[in-house]
């Protein structure tokens, strides 16, 4: 004989499967992620190479030899040469990023901590450095000493890995709660459908004669939801690791970094989406099911689509560090855990508050569900 | 044998944007039902049926009273009693996305036919009701008196001794309602009790053992279609019920 909740489960799969909207929800959502991941790529490398373009007319308030002005063109520097006062009054209109004043042999460069200063500023000591080395090079080799013997004695390589990537965590954190938030968008809809939806149509009287306990049906709808929910949020992962994959491979602000997820942090993403799904699907149920119409319930959900993105995303513009106790709030924990995923940090006892919390919600939420199933109110509202 | 005894059921409705008032649907309804019986539960619109055959089926609770199956409860034997029940009424809506198969097979799995029967019973009843043509469709795409002959299906694919069925034939074609009469009828033939609301008279004195005529929540007089109508003196049940409501507000 088989089991009452797997007999709901069935028959609530098969509605949600065959509705075109349902798994429209599901399916389209999740395809918009790559986009994303794409386009803010695409935007920040064209925000870099502008910004390092960008910023680059100087003020000169001394006279340059040729040496000097070829250095000057070779790196792109656009010179605006003129008395200081003048240099001084064309900085604080904008007109240039600084400005370098000279004093016997002491270059200043001059400025405030605008970002074009400083982006130019890095400009500048490139041109000072190589005016440095010219000089130097010269007055060896007047003094018939091989440079390289002197200059090169010391070297130095760079060899380092960044761990941390102001595009990749921004990118990586937002594609996950753009998962998030596709995860609660697809629970909507069937939620919706599988309580207001069915009081709406007329079905849930019928249900209601079945010899089935109200505990049963809840947890066939509740199943149903969730699986609807974690279908989006495994596709979601799917499409967003191959859209980290060519990013990573497409644009220049990644290199040298690992984009995509370990198969440590994939693991731990793919248990979030899981307790993520049942928790968004207990909560969209407990409310649907208190609606007369799929209309009503619809708009009483709308809050929650934002409810369970905006807190996060706020905490991770604010730079909120994880804690134990951010780690048992619902939907903020997700982002603090993400944002430790993403730049290398797993704190293991966080993340277990963080399912112990969502377990402890997704009980109460059906206990309440199945409280309301067991009484007439489900069916009478008013 | 079903017991019904002193059903009452209190609603509040809301009158006004502050304020709500309470009233009784059903103010002490008793009455039993044997075995192999069909009872007439006769009354306009608003006279309280639909909310009895509520309680009795056990989708609504009652505020008072209490309904025996063979000496059991909705309280301590919800789901043996659920599964000897099968109620069927004018708004009961079956699940559109599904065929006709399986929604029969889904039913029959719920109310624990013995999986080895269940191919049979449908064929069966596919036979009886003549829905062989359209078993496979999906219900979304039946007539309104295929999808009523779905739902008599679903209704018998148990074999259920109690039918609780409550306007059923309300807004059917003349051919549609034949159907489910037939369906009655043939049940009555295996013994089963029937309880068979409507508030067409003509209907109900044609195939009721006894009817309960209701008027505004209370029983204004029980008894099989001859006894009331010569208690009214009148030739029809139609003309009884006016004379019954007549004579009861002649009596407040």
């Not at chain 1, 905490?315 to 780690?327: D, G, W």
């Not at chain 2, 809506?93 to 065929?99: D, F, G, V």
């Not at chain 2, 007539?143 to 807004?171: M, W």
Request: glycine fraction near 6%; charged fraction near 25%; charge should be negative.
């Amino acid at each position: 004989m088989k089991s009452k909740i797997g007999l709901m489960l069935k028959k609530e799969l098969r509605e949600t499967f065959r509705d075109k909207k349902s798994l429209s929800m599901m399916l389209i959502i999740p395809i918009l992620i790559p986009l994303m991941v794409l386009g803010m790529s695409a935007l920040f490398e064209n925000q870099m190479k502008a910004d390092e373009n960008k910023y680059k007319t100087i003020g000169i308030a001394y006279e340059v030899d040729e040496v000097e002005k070829g250095i000057l063109e070779t790196l792109g520097i656009e010179a605006v040469y003129g008395e200081v006062e003048d240099l001084s009054e064309q900085y604080k209109n904008h007109e240039i990023d600084l400005y370098i004043t000279k004093k016997d042999n002491a270059y200043t460069i001059n400025g405030t901590n605008r970002t074009s200063t400083s982006y130019a500023s890095a400009l500048v000591e490139n041109y000072i450095e190589a005016y440095k080395q010219y000089l130097q090079t010269d007055y060896l080799k007047d003094k018939d000493i091989d440079p390289d013997e002197v200059m090169n004695i010391v070297t130095l390589d760079r060899n380092i890995t960044e761990e941390e990537n102001f595009f990749s965590s921004y990118v990586t954190v937002y594609a996950l709660l753009f998962i998030i938030m596709a995860i609660t968008v697809s629970a909507t809809y069937p939620a919706t459908d599988t309580t207001a939806g069915e009081k709406e149509r007329g079905t849930l009287e019928t249900l209601l004669t079945f010899p089935i306990k109200s505990k049963d049906i809840i947890v066939g709808k509740f199943l149903s939801v969730s699986i609807s929910a974690a279908i989006t949020g495994f596709l979601g992962l799917l499409l967003m690791e191959g859209a980290l994959y060519l990013s990573s491979n497409m644009f220049t602000i990644y290199e040298g970094v690992n984009l995509m997820l370990s198969p440590l942090n994939l693991v731990i993403v793919s248990l979030v989406i899981l307790s993520f799904s049942l928790l968004i699907s207990g909560l969209c149920i407990a409310i649907a099911s208190k609606c007369k119409t799929f209309k009503e319930a619809q708009s009483a959900l709308t809050p929650l689509n934002f409810i369970s993105v905006f807190p996060g995303m706020i905490a991770f513009m604010m730079e909120v560090k994880s804690s134990r106790i951010l780690s048992m709030i619902p939907f903020i924990n997700v982002t603090t855990v993400f944002t430790d995923l993403t730049n290398g940090i797993v704190d293991w006892l966080n993340i277990a508050l963080m399912f112990i919390s969502t377990i402890v919600v997704i009980v109460i939420v059906l206990w309440l569900i199945i409280r309301q199933y067991k009484s007439e109110k489900v069916l009478f509202t008013n | 044998m079903l017991k019904v005894e002193n059903l009452k059921k209190k609603f509040i409705k809301q009158t006004s944007k502050n304020s709500k008032e309470e009233f009784y649907a059903n103010k002490g309804i008793s009455f039993e039902a044997s075995d192999g019986k069909i009872i007439g539960i006769l009354g306009p619109n608003g006279a309280g049926k639909s909310t009895l055959l509520r309680m009795i089926a056990g989708i609504l609770e009652p505020t008072e009273g209490s309904i025996e199956y063979d000496g059991m409860t909705h309280e301590k034997d919800e789901i043996v009693i659920k599964k000897s029940l099968a109620f069927l009424s004018g708004n009961t809506k079956i699940y559109n996305s599904l065929s006709a198969y399986e929604l029969l097979r889904m039913c029959a799995e719920i109310y624990e036919v013995p999986t080895n029967e269940i191919e049979k019973r449908i064929e069966n009843i596919s036979k009886t009701l003549e829905m062989d043509k359209f078993l496979y469709n999906r219900i979304e795409n039946l007539s309104t008196g295929q999808t009523q002959r779905v739902n008599i299906a679903r209704c018998l694919v148990h074999d259920p001794k109690y039918y609780i069925l409550d306007e059923a034939t309300s807004g059917l074609d003349i051919i549609s309602s034949q159907i489910i009469l037939d369906f009655i009828k043939g049940e009555k033939s295996k013994g089963k009790t029937i309880l068979y609301s409507t508030h067409y008279m003509e209907e109900a004195e044609n195939i009721c053992d006894e009817c309960l005529m209701i008027n505004e929540g209370v029983i204004i007089k029980r008894g099989t279609p001859d006894e009331i109508k010569e208690y009214t003196k009148t030739t029809n049940l139609r003309d009884a019920f006016f004379k019954l409501i007549e004579g009861g507000k002649n009596e407040k």
